[in-house]
C-alpha cells in the first residue's frame, strides 16, 4: 500500500515558512533575505504569500546574515544591505526602475541588477532532454552568470500541502499538490558573483540535497531498444561474463509488456502486462538477474492509462468505480490521488515484489496536465521517488527525465534519445558540466548515441571512455541490427578500447560510491566545471571527475598520420600526472597551462593532481572469485583493492563506505589513506573507522568495531601502486602493521614508471605502513621512448621518422625548431618527388607534447 508518512512534509525534510528574521515586509510585498547573496522577492496582489513547499522550494528557513542592515525613506523606499549586496526598491509593485540590486564585490560592468533584466550572460544550467538532437542545445539558466546573479521564478509554481482529502474523496498520500489560488510574483536572486559553490550550497539548503544513490548505480548499465526474450537477455549477460564486462543495471526497454494490442484500444507504447511469449517466467527471470549481481529496471511511458487488455483491467476498473465490461479505458490522472495511489498499489507494486528494483519513466508528451502549473513529469518524478522509498531494504531510486529546478532530488536523470554523431558526442561532456551549475548532478546519457547518425568505431570508443567518466554510465541505442553497443560488434582495436572502458568504470566504484557520499553531505556533485576552483582555463569540454581527476575526453576522429586522437587540456597550476603510465606535466604559471594532448584510440585524457589518492577495485583476483563465484558484477565493499597514489606532495583520501541502508540510517565506515611526502616518503591505510549513523560528522567510534565487519570484509587483500617515480631501492621499502613486518610483493613497471606493493591478508583493524625511505624521486618522463611510439604509428616515410628522431635523441626540447623546418625528403629508394612535402604538423604537435610536458 502506499505509504503516507513517505510522503509526508516531515518525511521530504520540508522547512517552507521563511524565519521571520529574515523577512522584510509591507502590504503587497515581501522580501526574504535568506543570505547574504540569497533574496526572495514576493509581489501580492491580496497581501497574501506563499509558505508552502513548491516544486522548487522545500526549505525557505535560513539563519539571517550577521551584517544586515534596513534603512526606510520617507517616500516609502528602501535601502536594504548585506555583506554583498545592495538593494533599492520603491515599495511599488515590482518595476525596472523600482527595484534593483548592486553586487559590491564583483568586478563587472553589468554588476547592477534591474528587476526584468535577461539572463543573456548566463553560463548555463541543464535542460529538460537532448531527444534527437545533433549536437548543442540551449540550456536553461543555472546558478552563474558572467555578471555575478541569477534569478529562479517560482511564482507559478504549484504548492504542497498536507491533505486527508482531495476533491472530497480521501487523499492516501497524506500530502498533495495543489494550483496557488492567486496569482502572485515570487522569485530568488542569487548574487554570488563567482562564488558558485556557495551559490549551490545555499541553492541545495533552499530546494533539499540530492540524496544517496544507492551502490549499483555506479556501475556500468545495460540497455537497447530491442525486444529483448527471457532466453536472449540472461544468454547476453552469460556472453559479458565470459568476456570479463562487468554490469550492475539491466535496463529493459518496452517491449517487456505487450506493445502489438488491438487497434481498439489503441497504440502499444503505454502498458503494464508482461509480454508472456517473451519472458515466460518474470519473476524467475528477475531472480535470475539478482543471482548474477544486476539490479533491473523496466520502462514506462504512463500516458494512454490503463485499459481492458491489461491483466491488472479488472482490478484498477473496480477501484476506480468502473465496470470492467465496458472496457472504458481508465485514464492516467496524475492530478487525482485516488487513481495514483492505485496506480502504485494494483499496478506497480505487485511487480516491485517479484523482483523489479526501479522504474525508467519515460515520458514524452508534454507539461501539461488538467491542473494549471504542474509538470506530469515533476510530478511522477515526485510521486515515483518518494514510493520507492517504501522498501526499507534498499535506498529509493527513479530513472526518469529533468523536470526543472530542484530535479536533483529524484536522481538519475535520463537525457534523451541522441543521434548518433560526433556533434552529439562533443556536446555531452560540456552539457554534462554545467548541469552541476543548477545542482543537477546525476545525469545517464545514451551512452554510443541512440538513433539515425552513422557507424564509425572511433567515434564509439570515444563515447564509451566519456561513459566511464560520466555520473552514470548507461549503454544504449535502438533496435537497428546495425547499432548494438556489444564490444563484440566492432573491430579488435575498438573493441578493446571499448572492454577496457566498461572494466575501468566498474574498477572506480570505491571511488565514485565516496563521491556519492560527498554528494550528498557536502553539496559537491561529483563532476565540476574547471572554473568552479580555478581561474584560467578555457576548455569547455574539460571538468573535474571528483576531488582527485581532471578529465578532457577526445572528442574528435583520430589523425589519420598520428593513429592518434586529439584533446586540448588546461592544467592548473602545479603537477598532474597521466593516470594510466604516470607521465609528469608541470603548470608552473599562476595561470596554468593550456596543451594539446594526443591519445591512441584506448587512451583517455584523465590527470591526477600530486599527492593525488585514487582507489579502485579489483576485477580478477583469486580472492574475488571465491567470494562472488566469479561474478565480477557484483558491487559489494570490495576484499581487493588497488590504490593509485600520485607523488610530488602529501595527500590525503577517505574512503567511504557503508551498508547500503537508506539514507539517514546508514551507516558508516571510514578508511584514511594518507601520503606523506618528503625526504621519507611514507603511505598509510588506516584502520577501518566506525564513522557512526548518516551524516554525523564521523562520530562513530573511531577503532573498527564488530558493526562495520558486517559490511566490509574482515581482511583485504591491497594493492598500492605509486604512478610517476624512479625505481627505488626494494631492499629499502618496507611494509609493516602495528608494528611488526607484512609479507609483500614488491615489482616496478619501467614502461608505466610505477611502482607496486602488493599486501594479502591486511586485518582491517589496524593501519598498514608502507615506507618508501628516502630519497623517492619523480621520474622523469621517458622523451625518447614516447617519442619512438608515436613516429612508430605515424602513417610517413621511415627515413623522415629516423631523422626526427635523431633529432630527438641529439637535441631534446631543442628539436622542435628544427622539425618545423624538416621536410619530408626521398629516402634511400628514391622515392618519387611527390612524396616530398613538409613533415605533418600533427606529428610535430604530439611530439611537442612529448618534449615539453615536464
Not at 457 to 468: D, H, K, N, P, V
Amino acid at each position: 500500500m502506499v505509504n503516507a508518512q513517505l510522503f509526508s512534509l516531515e518525511a521530504m525534510g520540508a522547512r517552507p515558512t521563511m524565519n521571520p528574521k529574515c523577512i522584510v515586509s509591507a502590504g503587497h510585498w515581501r522580501i526574504g533575505i535568506l543570505t547574504a547573496s540569497l533574496i526572495r522577492f514576493e509581489w501580492s496582489a491580496s497581501g497574501q504569500f506563499v509558505d508552502d513547499t513548491t516544486p522548487l522550494a522545500l526549505n525557505r528557513f535560513f539563519e539571517p546574515p550577521t551584517q544586515f542592515a534596513v534603512e526606510k525613506n520617507e517616500d516609502g523606499s528602501l535601502l536594504i544591505t548585506t555583506e554583498e549586496l545592495e538593494i533599492r526598491y520603491d515599495g511599488k509593485a515590482f518595476s525596472r526602475e523600482g527595484l534593483s540590486i548592486y553586487l559590491k564585490h564583483f568586478a563587472s560592468q553589468e554588476s547592477t541588477w534591474h528587476f526584468g533584466d535577461d539572463q543573456s550572460a548566463n553560463m548555463g544550467g541543464t535542460t529538460r532532454t537532448l531527444d534527437q538532437i545533433d549536437g548543442a542545445a540551449q540550456l536553461d539558466p543555472g546558478l552563474m552568470s558572467k555578471n555575478g546573479w541569477a534569478i529562479l521564478d517560482d511564482s507559478s509554481a504549484n504548492v504542497i500541502r498536507r491533505a486527508d482529502t482531495v476533491n472530497g474523496t480521501l487523499n492516501p498520500f497524506g500530502t498533495w499538490v495543489f494550483a496557488q489560488s492567486q496569482a502572485s510574483q515570487d522569485f530568488y536572486f542569487f548574487g554570488y558573483g563567482g562564488r558558485i559553490k556557495e551559490a549551490v550550497r545555499d541553492f541545495y539548503h533552499l530546494t533539499g540535497h540530492t540524496p544517496l544513490l544507492p551502490r549499483f548505480a555506479l556501475g556500468n548499465w545495460w540497455s537497447r531498444y530491442h525486444a529483448y526474450s527471457q532466453d536472449e537477455y540472461e544468454q547476453l549477460i552469460e556472453r559479458f561474463e565470459q568476456e570479463g564486462i562487468p554490469f550492475s543495471v539491466a535496463v529493459i526497454d518496452m517491449d517487456w509488456h505487450l506493445v502489438d494490442i488491438d487497434s481498439r484500444y489503441g497504440s502499444g507504447w503505454t502498458g503494464y502486462t508482461w509480454n508472456r511469449d517473451l519472458f515466460p517466467d518474470p519473476q524467475r527471470f528477475l531472480t535470475w538477474l539478482h543471482e548474477h549481481g544486476l539490479m533491473s529496471t523496466l520502462s514506462l511511458h504512463p500516458r494512454d492509462g490503463v485499459r481492458a487488455f491489461e491483466d491488472q483491467y479488472s482490478q484498477v476498473a473496480e477501484a476506480m468505480g468502473v465496470k470492467a465490461a465496458s472496457e472504458k479505458r481508465i485514464d492516467f490522472d496524475l492530478t487525482d490521488p485516488k487513481f495514483m495511489s492505485i496506480y502504485f498499489d494494483t499496478i506497480l507494486h505487485p511487480m516491485e515484489d517479484e523482483g523489479v528494483d526501479f522504474w525508467w519513466i519515460d515520458w514524452q508528451q508534454g507539461s501539461v496536465t488538467k491542473q494549471p502549473g504542474l509538470d506530469p513529469m515533476w510530478m511522477l518524478n515526485h510521486l515515483h521517488y518518494l514510493d520507492s522509498a517504501r522498501r526499507s531494504d534498499r535506498r529509493p531510486l527513479t530513472f526518469s527525465r529533468y523536470a526543472g529546478p530542484g530535479s536533483h532530488r529524484y536522481p538519475v536523470g535520463f537525457s534523451g534519445d541522441t543521434v548518433v554523431s560526433w556533434q552529439s558526442l562533443r556536446f555531452q561532456p560540456y552539457f554534462t558540466a554545467m548541469a552541476s551549475n543548477i545542482g543537477y548532478g546525476w545525469w545517464s546519457h545514451d551512452i554510443g548515441g541512440h538513433m539515425f547518425g552513422y557507424r564509425d568505431e572511433q567515434l564509439e570508443a570515444r563515447w564509451y571512455q566519456l561513459g566511464t567518466f560520466s555520473p552514470i554510465n548507461r549503454l544504449h541505442s535502438t533496435n537497428s541490427p546495425f547499432n548494438g553497443k556489444e564490444p563484440w560488434n566492432f573491430h579488435a582495436q575498438t573493441r578493446s578500447a571499448m572492454t577496457t572502458a566498461l572494466r575501468l568504470r566498474h574498477e572506480l566504484i570505491p571511488y565514485l560510491y565516496t563521491m556519492n557520499r560527498r554528494a550528498a553531505y557536502d553539496d559537491l556533485p561529483l563532476i565540476e566545471p574547471m572554473y568552479w576552483n580555478f581561474s584560467g582555463g578555457n576548455v569547455p569540454t574539460q571538468y573535474q571527475f571528483g576531488t582527485e581527476l581532471i578529465v578532457s575526453p577526445v572528442l574528435e576522429a583520430n589523425d589519420p598520420v598520428l593513429q592518434r586522437g586529439r584533446a586540448q587540456v588546461w592544467f592548473p597550476q602545479g603537477t598532474w600526472f597521466d593516470c594510466s603510465n604516470g607521465r609528469r606535466y608541470e603548470a608552473t604559471a599562476g595561470a596554468g597551462r593550456l596543451m594539446e594532448v594526443w591519445r591512441t584510440l584506448d587512451q583517455v585524457p584523465v590527470f591526477a593532481k600530486a599527492g593525488g589518492i585514487v582507489p579502485l577495485q579489483m576485477l580478477s583476483t583469486t580472492h574475488n572469485r571465491a567470494q562472488n563465484g566469479n561474478r565480477i558484477n557484483m558491487v559489494s565493499n570490495p576484499e581487493d583493492l588497488r590504490v593509485l597514489v600520485f607523488p610530488g606532495e602529501s595527500g590525503l583520501f577517505d574512503l567511504w563506505e557503508d551498508n547500503g541502508a537508506q539514507q539517514g540510517r546508514e551507516h558508516w565506515a571510514k578508511t584514511s589513506l594518507i601520503l606523506d611526502w618528503g625526504q621519507h616518503t611514507i603511505f598509510t591505510i588506516g584502520p577501518a573507522a566506525d564513522a557512526g549513523i548518516g551524516n554525523n560528522g564521523g562520530n562513530g567510534s573511531p577503532e573498527c568495531s564488530s558493526a562495520i565487519r558486517r559490511f566490509i570484509p574482515e581482511r583485504r587483500h591491497w594493492q598500492i601502486v605509486f604512478r610517476g617515480i624512479d625505481e627505488p631501492d626494494k631492499k629499502a621499502i618496507k611494509v609493516t602493521q602495528h608494528g611488526q613486518p607484512v609479507e609483500s610483493d614488491i615489482s616496478y613497471n619501467a614502461k608505466l614508471l610505477s611502482l607496486t606493493v602488493d599486501v594479502n591478508e591486511v586485518d582491517i583493524a589496524y593501519a598498514l605502513r608502507v615506507d618508501l625511505g628516502s630519497g623517492i624521486k619523480l621520474a622523469s618522463n621517458p622523451v625518447q621512448r614516447d617519442a619512438f611510439e608515436v613516429l612508430n604509428d605515424a602513417q610517413m616515410l621511415y627515413y623522415t621518422k629516423e631523422c626526427m628522431l635523431n633529432l630527438i635523441e641529439e637535441q631534446g626540447i631543442g628539436a622542435l625548431a628544427a622539425l618545423h623546418t624538416l621536410e619530408m625528403a626521398p629516402g634511400e629508394y628514391g622515392e618519387p618527388k611527390w612524396f616530398q612535402s613538409h613533415v605533418p604538423q600533427t606529428v610535430i604537435n604530439a611530439l611537442a607534447e612529448i618534449l615539453t610536458r615536464s
